[in-house]
């Protein structure tokens, strides 16, 4: 509409006018707050922020040795006193006797004389062990478990190599020494070849614990965050630019995505773990159990021991204890159950684990069945050497008859001969 008609005389001092807009909205849009807010705080803290030093990370290490000197019989409190003590003296990695985790695993082995011409002499054990060690992690916060596992078996290897000049190994010395040191009547030494030998095939190593925690902050922070500048004094009407009217409204939100169902993601991820092989190890004192898949290992840490019986079924599994190894496999300590051997199926149980969560979908999982495969026999299978005892002469109605007595022979993994 035209202005009103002009005065008829000006004004004392001349009017402006801005230009004209676009067109406002028909709503105008809330009021902005009143009072502006606070000043921002500069003062720091009064005290810096306490992070703790961070924790490292551990490793279950297992390995196992051949000692002369003694029988599976004679073993006792001193021997496996002097036996992890000395270990610790000539290990960088063990650090402690309380490194060691359980019991050792004790059962009669060969001494083979070094030019092999000799039968049996003396008495030995083999001597299987698991230590847990703390470790380093790596620049990307893993543990480098193959590089550990490779300077442990290195380590063994050297404790027990006998030395040219002095006809000791450096194991040696340290048993003899820690004897002496503690007053006990234990002579005993490392059969180098059979060491040598269980060490290959036994040593292994599975990371035990979380991950480190982060290292702690260098320095406290020296002020809290300031707070965004106070709003300036309130508009009196909403601002229209030109060309810039209110946006158009945003339109109805879209409905719920459509969820999977658990058969889906069961169909997806795959059944729950079946047990895929068991194989005695050399020694016939252990055996090693794989599952087809990974598992949430029954809600247990890696390399905590629990009996066997909660998880699996095997010939005298009474009497066995296990350990979770890796998400994937399991060690079993059979060497008491002398009714196992090999051929004997090993039965993972009906509803003890089920597939590890990789995902947000953890509702879907389910337990598995049970499951069987025949235990395998150790590969190579270790050497025998029989040795029969007969008496120099005999009645002739001697009542009975002749008896042969095999049982110093080598090679049965335990078990009683056939």
């Not at 550990?148 to 030395?163: G, K």
């Not at 902050?217 to 300036?232: I, K, N, Y």
């Amino acid at each position: 509409l035209p202005t009103f008609l002009p005065t008829s005389l000006p004004t004392s001092l001349p009017t402006t006018s801005l230009p004209p807009t676009s067109l406002p909205t028909s709503l105008p849009t809330p009021r902005p707050t009143s009072v502006p807010t606070s000043a921002p705080t500069s003062l720091p803290t009064t005290l810096p922020t306490i992070s703790f030093a961070p924790t490292k990370p551990s490793l279950t290490l297992t390995s196992a040795l051949v000692l002369d000197g003694t029988s599976k019989s004679s073993w006792n409190a001193a021997y496996e006193e002097t036996f992890k003590q000395s270990l610790v003296d000539v290990s960088a990695l063990i650090e402690s006797t309380d490194d060691f985790v359980g019991n050792l695993t004790v059962s009669d082995g060969a001494r083979r004389s070094r030019t092999r011409r000799r039968r049996l002499q003396d008495a030995s054990v083999s001597v299987s062990f698991v230590v847990r060690v703390d470790v380093d992690t790596g620049e990307d916060g893993a543990v480098d478990i193959d590089s550990y596992v490779t300077a442990f078996e290195a380590e063994l290897v050297s404790a027990t190599t006998v030395d040219e000049q002095t006809g000791v190994s450096p194991l040696d010395i340290a048993l003899q020494a820690t004897a002496e040191e503690k007053g006990y009547e234990v002579k005993i030494t490392a059969d180098q070849e059979a060491s040598h030998s269980m060490i290959a095939t036994e040593t292994g190593g599975v990371e035990s614990s979380r991950p480190p925690t982060a290292a702690p902050s260098p320095a406290p922070s020296t002020a809290q965050p300031t707070t965004p500048r106070p709003t300036p004094k309130p508009t009196p009407a909403p601002s229209v630019t030109p060309g810039n009217p209110t946006a158009v409204p945003v339109p109805a939100p879209t409905l719920a995505p459509t969820i999977e169902s658990c058969e889906k993601v069961r169909e997806r991820t795959g059944p729950p773990p079946d047990v895929d092989s068991a194989r005695f190890s050399s020694t016939g004192a252990s055996i090693l159990v794989d599952l087809d898949a990974a598992s949430d290992q029954a809600g247990m840490l890696a390399g905590e021991y629990f009996p066997c019986a909660e998880l699996l079924d095997f010939a005298d599994v009474d009497t066995a204890e296990c350990f979770w190894v890796s998400a994937t496999q399991i060690y079993a300590e059979v060497n008491k159950a002398l009714d196992f051997v090999p051929g004997e199926n090993v039965t993972l149980r009906a509803n003890t684990t089920m597939l590890a969560c990789d995902d947000d979908r953890c509702e879907c999982r389910v337990r598995n069945t049970a499951s069987s495969v025949p235990a395998d026999p150790p590969d190579p299978l270790p050497d025998v050497e029989p040795v029969f005892q007969v008496p120099d002469s005999i009645a002739v109605c001697e009542e009975g008859g002749l008896a042969v007595e095999a049982s110093q022979s080598i090679g049965s993994g335990g078990r009683e001969w056939k």
